[in-house]
């Protein structure tokens, strides 16, 4: 239900644009992600993610003086080491993959001939997906916030260099990743991560 929402909302927004007329920015991402840690409460030890490469895609749509409308995916392979899991006698680490789906967009700090400044943002959601037995992926919302440059390299091609943190909303004291059991009881009401990535726009 959730993703036929999502692809719907995704569908209205490009046959809004395109029938005004717009271009359309594709940015393949490459990347580097870190931070992310988890308190859990039953023992009071805190499990950090592990720091990993990122990759994903952005697709731009110009709306007006020179802000522009953004749907921004990205994809983190890591894993939280010595987690205690019910029904395993000793720590063990998980394997965690990590995605983040926003809706936002840009607005300029400064735009010149060869050099663009601009912020960047988007709500949407985050996808964690621990690889163990007897655990669930959890699927939560989120948001984030940047700052970025785009240096054209001809009229229809500019390097992107971003650099953007995102939160992703838990509520405290709750409990993840459960199914058989579950692997962590988290304190604290917000997931936060860093990264910085690099990409091509194409403009068509």
């Not at 009071?44 to 522009?68: N, Q, W």
């Not at 392979?77 to 010595?82: E, F, I």
């Not at 400044?117 to 996808?127: A, H």
């Not at 995102?166 to 009401?189: E, H, K, P, R």
Request: charged residues 15%.
């Amino acid at each position: 239900m959730l993703m036929k929402i999502l692809t719907r909302t995704l569908f209205l927004v490009l046959l809004s644009i395109s029938t005004n007329s717009y271009s359309v920015e594709i940015t393949p991402i490459l990347g580097f992600r870190g931070g992310g840690d988890f308190t859990d409460t039953t023992n009071d030890s805190t499990h950090t993610v592990v720091a990993s490469e990122i990759y994903g895609l952005i697709l731009g749509f110009p709306y007006e003086r020179g802000k522009s409308i953004e749907v921004y995916y990205s994809h983190q392979s890591s894993q939280l080491n010595s987690i205690n899991v019910e029904g395993q006698p000793d720590p063990v680490d998980i394997p965690l993959t990590i995605d983040y789906l926003h809706f936002g967009g840009t607005a300029p700090i400064s735009k010149q001939k060869d050099l663009e400044t601009f912020v960047s943002g988007g709500l949407g959601f985050t996808y964690l997906s621990p690889d163990f037995p007897d655990t669930q992926s959890d699927l939560r919302a989120s948001f984030s916030l940047g700052i970025g440059l785009k240096w054209p390299i001809t009229d229809s091609i500019a390097l992107r260099l971003e650099t953007r943190g995102l939160g992703t909303l838990f509520n405290s004291n709750s409990t993840i990743f459960c199914s058989g059991g579950c692997a962590i009881n988290v304190s604290g009401s917000l997931f936060i991560q860093g990264e910085v990535f690099a990409g091509l726009a194409f403009k068509f």
